[in-house]
């Protein structure tokens, strides 16, 4: 059974660090996402990193802030935010595409596999 689960969620203070974790399970994916939605907005991209290429590329909103990575061996994608904004408040996603060609897509209809989303909070 092929199952997202994120974890690392919660509140913090303006400044503040978050690692949020997704550990995939049931397969490999060759391309992993974050996506956020906060209240009233769209989804939006956050960051993305090939499995197997080695290539990541993020938001400009979140650029020089956010690092995402992977442990291949625990099939598992790590979303490092760091100098957390208020505007940074959201439900962070887990997207995974089964199979993807060039560099990782931004758009959320190109992933195949979300997980439940874990809720971010940035008071000021």
């Known amino acids: 059974q092929v199952q997202l689960v994120e974890s690392g969620g919660g509140l913090v203070q303006a400044g503040g660090s978050l690692r949020l974790s997704c550990a995939a399970s049931g397969r490999t994916f060759s391309a992993m996402a974050w996506f956020r939605q906060a209240p009233g907005k769209e989804r939006e991209f956050v960051a993305a990193?090939?499995?197997?290429?080695?290539?990541?590329y993020s938001a400009d909103s979140v650029k020089g802030r956010f690092t995402i990575s992977r442990d291949n061996a625990k099939n598992t994608v790590y979303l490092q935010m760091n100098s957390l904004k208020p505007e940074d408040t959201a439900v962070y996603s887990c997207a995974a595409r089964s199979a993807t060609y060039g560099r990782p897509p931004s758009t959320p209809t190109a992933y195949n596999y979300w997980g439940q989303g874990t809720q971010v909070t940035v008071s000021s």
């Open positions: 990193i090939s499995w197997s290429g080695g290539s990541t």
